[in-house]
């Protein structure tokens, strides 16, 4: 998906396997390589300290929502979003080699992915052990060589812990997207999705006074500036005060754009743009 990068070196929350490291491999070029770190935390400190050139975190779910970790990190550090890829998620039942679905009576993954593959695995007679990830369920599912147990995560997964995939699309629902960020200390945006347009997310801060949301929402609106997210976060040590995070269509070059945030700036306490970058359509994958 990415034109003008190669040999770079991407951060990602969890084990090796994850939906997460799928996703870089997905949107990087081949050759990059992928460094998995135990924490969201973790991987905004390797871009900074200069580990990794790029990190991958998911920020939102498609049926689960929001990721709030993320969006409180985003505030933290000062990192850039180059980039956005909606990553459709399959959920797969796999076990030990010469393993058949008949032979399996429980299955392990992370509790999100149990609850998204509900139906199917009532219908399969398997009894759901929530463990704390998806890729790591598949690890232990190798380490402890249980012929009698299946685990739920990525093909990717599979394919690192040399196991069968026993069913595909097990989720419930299909439309199961997780939207990714990709952050840099880089504000290069990333090429590959220019067709589609530009996303500019911003995060900003307004007095606790009646209508102050309704006039800085109304920048957009008089403008006829697409917003496609907003989200609202506590602000530490000021009791019911919001961060208001907001996604929107349009590059921070654009005329139309600084306008609106020139006005939004007059009414705002705080604000910063947290990047301006190529729009990834999932509807180009969603049939993948």
């Not at 850039?80 to 299955?107: F, S, W």
């Not at 190798?142 to 739920?152: D, G, H, L, T, V």
């Not at 090429?191 to 102050?212: A, H, R």
């Amino acid at each position: 998906m990415i034109k003008n990068l190669v040999n770079i070196q991407i951060s990602f929350q969890g084990e090796l396997g994850a939906y997460s490291e799928a996703a870089a491999l997905e949107y990087f070029p081949t050759g990059s390589k992928t460094k998995p770190y135990h924490s969201f935390d973790d991987v905004f400190q390797s871009i900074e300290i200069g580990d990794c050139s790029h990190g991958i975190i998911p920020i939102e779910n498609s049926l689960a929502g929001s990721i709030h970790r993320n969006y409180d990190l985003m505030l933290r550090h000062n990192l850039i979003i180059v980039g956005e890829y909606h990553y459709r998620v399959k959920h797969c039942l796999m076990a030990l080699p010469g393993v058949k679905i008949t032979d399996i009576n429980q299955v392990h993954s992370h509790p999100q992915a149990l609850a998204q593959c509900e139906e199917s695995i009532t219908k399969l007679n398997l009894s759901p052990i929530p463990e704390y990830d998806t890729a790591g369920s598949a690890r232990m599912l190798r380490e402890n060589k249980n012929m009698n147990a299946a685990a739920i995560a990525s093909k990717h997964a599979a394919e690192v812990y040399k196991l069968e995939v026993l069913a595909e699309d097990l989720e419930d629902n299909p439309l199961n997207y997780t939207r990714f960020l990709v952050i840099s200390q880089d504000d290069t945006p990333l090429i590959g999705s220019e067709q589609y347009g530009f996303k500019t997310s911003i995060v900003f801060s307004l007095d606790n006074k009646p209508g102050s949301l309704f006039k800085a929402l109304s920048v957009f609106a008089l403008r006829d500036i697409d917003l496609t997210k907003i989200e609202s976060r506590p602000i530490p040590g000021r009791p019911w005060e919001y961060s208001f995070y907001i996604d929107f269509i349009g590059l921070i070059s654009d005329s139309v754009c600084q306008r609106a945030l020139e006005h939004l700036q007059e009414l705002a306490t705080f604000l910063r743009v947290l990047g301006s970058y190529p729009r990834h359509n999932y509807y180009s994958q969603s049939n993948g």
